[in-house]
C-alpha cells in the first residue's frame, strides 16, 4: 500500500471511491465537477513545496495497492481554514443561573457561534473502500499525513484541527439539523453540507446569531452533540492517540466534534525522525519495530512495514522499500505506528 500525491490519472478511480461514502463526508464529495476542482487546487498546492505559506491550499492523497494499481482510500490537509470565507464552529459553553426567590439553581449548556478568519490547519477527507480497511491500513494512511506536515512544517499552521463526523444516519438524518438548522436554512442536511463545500455565503446569511439554549433542542439532538458517527469512533481514537483532544468546539451543522492538537505535539510528528538507508532485507524479525515511513527524495509517498535501527542507519525490509522506490544511501522519514505504552 502506498500514499502519494493525487494525480489527475487518479480521477475516475477517485470518483467511483466517493460513490461509496455516505453523508457526513462533505471532502469526498460525489460530484465529480466539485471533485475534479478539488484534483487541480491540490495539484497547484504540490508544485510548489518549498517557500509556500499556508494559504489554504489543499494537499489531497491517495492510498494505491500498488500489485492491483487501484486507488483504495485518501485522506487530505487543508493548510489554513478560514480567510476570507471564515471557519464556523459553536462553542459550546455551560452557563448557570440562580434564583434566590425560587432557592433554585439551573446549568445550561449553550452554542456561542465562532467564527474564525485566521484559521488553523486542517486535516480531513479520510476515507478506506470497504474492502480494504484492517490490516493497519486506515492507520498508515492517517498517520501519512503528519509525516509530511512533519517533512513541511513551514507550510501549515502551529494549530491543526479535525472535525470528525457527528450523528447522521443512512438517509442523511442528523438529529441536530432537524432541531436546529433546518429552521434557518430550510434545506436539508445532505444539500447544506455539499453546498458548505463550494460556497459558504449562505451561512453568513442564514446561521443563527444569538446563543443557543440546548435545553429547547430535543432529546435525540442534546444527546447527539459532539457525539461521531459509530464509523468514525476508530478515527476518533486514533487522533486522541496522535494528542488531538476535544476543547468544547463543534461543527455548526451535525455537532459532531472539533478535535485540536499544537503541530509540534502530535505523536507522529514529533516522534518521527530522519536516517539513511543502510541495508534491505527480504524479512526482518517479528518484534522489529512496525513503522511509518515516507521518502525524502522531492516527492513524497509514504507507506507502512517494518524497520530495523542500527547504530550506522535503518533496515528495511524488502517490500517496503519497493514500495516508497528507496535503495540503500538514501534518506526517509519515519515513526512508530503506535504510541509506545
Known amino acids: 500500500m502506498l500514499i502519494r500525491p493525487v494525480e489527475e490519472r487518479d480521477l475516475d478511480q477517485l470518483h467511483e471511491l466517493a460513490q461509496l461514502t455516505k453523508y457526513g463526508l462533505t471532502t469526498l464529495p460525489k460530484d465529480r465537477a466539485v471533485f475534479e476542482k478539488r484534483v487541480r487546487q491540490s495539484l497547484r498546492a504540490f ?40 471557519f464556523y464552529a459553536f ?47 486506515g492507520r498508515v494512511l492517517s498517520l501519512s499525513r503528519f509525516l509530511f506536515i512533519a517533512e513541511y512544517p513551514k507550510l501549515f499552521e502551529q494549530e491543526v484541527i479535525a472535525e470528525m463526523r457527528g450523528v447522521v444516519d443512512e438517509a442523511g438524518h442528523s438529529p441536530f ?112 519495530l512496525m513503522a511509518v515511513v515516507s521518502a525524502k527524495d522531492g516527492y513524497f509517498r509514504t507507506s507502512g512495514g517494518k524497520i530495523s535501527e542500527t547504530r550506522d542507519g535503518l533496515v528495511l525490509e524488502s517490500q517496503l522499500a519497493e514500495d516508497l522506490k528507496v535503495s540503500v544511501g538514501q534518506s526517509v522519514r519515519f515513526a512508530p505506528l503506535k504510541a509506545a505504552h
Open 47 to 86: 508544485e510548489d513545496l518549498n517557500d509556500a505559506d499556508p494559504q489554504g491550499q489543499l494537499y489531497l492523497f491517495v492510498m494505491e495497492d500498488t500489485s492491483l494499481h487501484k486507488v483504495v482510500g485518501t485522506c487530505g490537509i487543508v493548510s489554513k481554514v478560514g480567510g476570507f470565507k471564515p
Open 177 to 288: 439539523w432537524e432541531a436546529l438548522g433546518v429552521h434557518f436554512f430550510g434545506i436539508d442536511f445532505p444539500n447544506a453540507d455539499m453546498l458548505s463545500l463550494i460556497n459558504k455565503d449562505f451561512i453568513e446569511e442564514l446561521i443563527p446569531r444569538h446563543p443557543v439554549y440546548l435545553d429547547l433542542l430535543s432529546p435525540e439532538a442534546q444527546a447527539s452533540v459532539a457525539e461521531v458517527h459509530p464509523n468514525t469512533v476508530p478515527a476518533r481514537r486514533l487522533l486522541e492517540s496522535e494528542g488531538f483532544a476535544y476543547h468544547d468546539m463543534v461543527d455548526i451543522f451535525e455537532a459532531g466534534p472539533v478535535l485540536h492538537c499544537p503541530q509540534d505535539e502530535i505523536r507522529t510528528v514529533k516522534q518521527s525522525r530522519v536516517l539513511t538507508v543502510v541495508s534491505i532485507v527480504s524479512s526482518l524479525e517479528k518484534d522489529a
Open 91 to 137: 462553542r459550546l459553553e455551560t452557563e448557570i443561573q440562580e434564583s434566590k426567590t425560587l432557592g433554585s439553581k439551573h446549568q445550561h449548556r449553550v452554542l456561542h457561534l465562532f467564527k474564525n478568519h485566521d484559521g488553523p490547519t486542517e486535516i480531513g477527507s479520510l476515507f478506506l473502500h470497504p474492502d480494504f480497511r484492517g490490516g493497519g491500513n
